[in-house]
């Protein structure tokens, strides 16, 4: 990593460049936040979200299936949620250099601060927790044929958030 020092703020009212993101995924010491603007549309989203749900409006992938399953109704959440993670953690072959991880980390939770997901922002602060420390998911760097080309990566991601997977951190592979 380079030794530079960084610091990068994410939301609808900060543009996440090429070049932002390069330097940021590089940098040997990263500060990164959340802009007070990412943090109300995130809040305003899951608000709309959560109504919704109280509605009793279906919910793709939350209150129904995926995929053609999209009519059957959904497991609860936590089974949902981790079967899905399960189906998409699929992946072989050596793992994505840290730097590589870390732009994908950077810009999944620049997209998450855009406040469209109905995410809560505790979950984009424990992604840039993952980056704050140096820590970078084990993410193969061959993915699975049945996911989109963003899934296989993120499913790893997430399952280091979850107290699972593998990491690299300070160079050394820890679970």
Do not use: N, W
């Not at 399960?86 to 950077?106: E, M």
């Not at 790893?156 to 050394?172: F, K, Q, S, Y």
């Amino acid at each position: 990593l380079l030794m530079t020092s960084i610091l990068l703020h994410l939301g609808p009212d900060h543009q996440l460049t090429p070049d932002k993101l390069e330097a940021a995924a590089l940098a040997g010491q990263l500060s990164v936040r959340l802009s007070d603007a990412a943090r109300i549309a995130m809040e305003s989203s899951r608000d709309a979200l959560e109504a919704a749900r109280a509605a009793g409006q279906p919910i793709y992938g939350l209150t129904t299936g995926f995929g053609p399953h999209v009519c059957y109704p959904a497991a609860s959440d936590a089974l949902q949620g981790a079967g899905l993670i399960a189906h998409l953690a699929a992946g072989a072959g050596a793992f994505a250099p840290a730097p590589v991880v870390r732009a994908t980390v950077i810009a999944r939770t620049q997209a998450l601060a855009q406040g469209y997901s109905g995410v809560d922002a505790s979950l984009a602060e424990s992604l840039l927790g993952l980056v704050k420390h140096g820590i970078a998911p084990a993410v193969p760097e061959i993915g699975s044929v049945g996911a989109s080309g963003d899934l296989t990566p993120l499913a790893h991601i997430v399952r280091v958030l979850a107290g699972e997977g593998t990491t690299i951190h300070r160079g050394r592979r820890e679970p």
